[in-house]
C-alpha cells in the first residue's frame, strides 16, 4: 500500500503519547494551530488513536492499533529503536514510521 497522506495543517490532528513527557503542552506554547491532544495511558491510547494523524509515542505503541487508526499517517517513535513497530504491518496500513 502507498503511504497515507497528510492532511493540510488545518485538519491535522497529532497524538502525543508518553505517561510522563508533557509533549502536548509545549507544542501548544509553539501556536501552531495544530490540533492535538494528549494521551498518558495505553486504554487512553487504544481509545483515541483513531483520531490521530500524527501519532508521537513512546512504548505505548502496539501493531494490532493499525487496524483502529484509519488515518494514521505517521509515527513519531520518541524511545530508543523501532523493534516494536512492525514494518508489514504498518507498512500494509500505509503508516510510516
Known amino acids: 500500500m502507498t503511504s497515507r497522506a497528510l492532511p493540510p495543517k488545518d485538519q491535522l ?13 509545549r507544542f501548544a506554547l509553539r501556536g501552531t494551530g495544530i490540533r492535538s491532544f494528549e494521551v498518558r495511558t ?15 509515542v513512546s512504548g505505548f505503541w502496539r501493531n494490532e492499533f493499525a487496524d ?4 494514521l499517517a505517521f509515527i513519531q517513535s520518541i524511545s530508543a529503536g523501532t ?5 508489514e504491518i504498518l507498512g500494509a496500513a500505509g503508516i510510516r514510521v
Open 68 to 71: 483502529s487508526a484509519r488515518q
Open 83 to 87: 523493534d516494536q513497530y512492525s514494518r
Open 42 to 56: 495505553l486504554d487512553e491510547l487504544r481509545a483515541r488513536v483513531g483520531e490521530a494523524h500524527v501519532l508521537s
Open 13 to 25: 490532528t497529532i497524538c502525543f503519547a508518553h505517561p510522563a513527557y508533557r509533549m502536548q503542552e
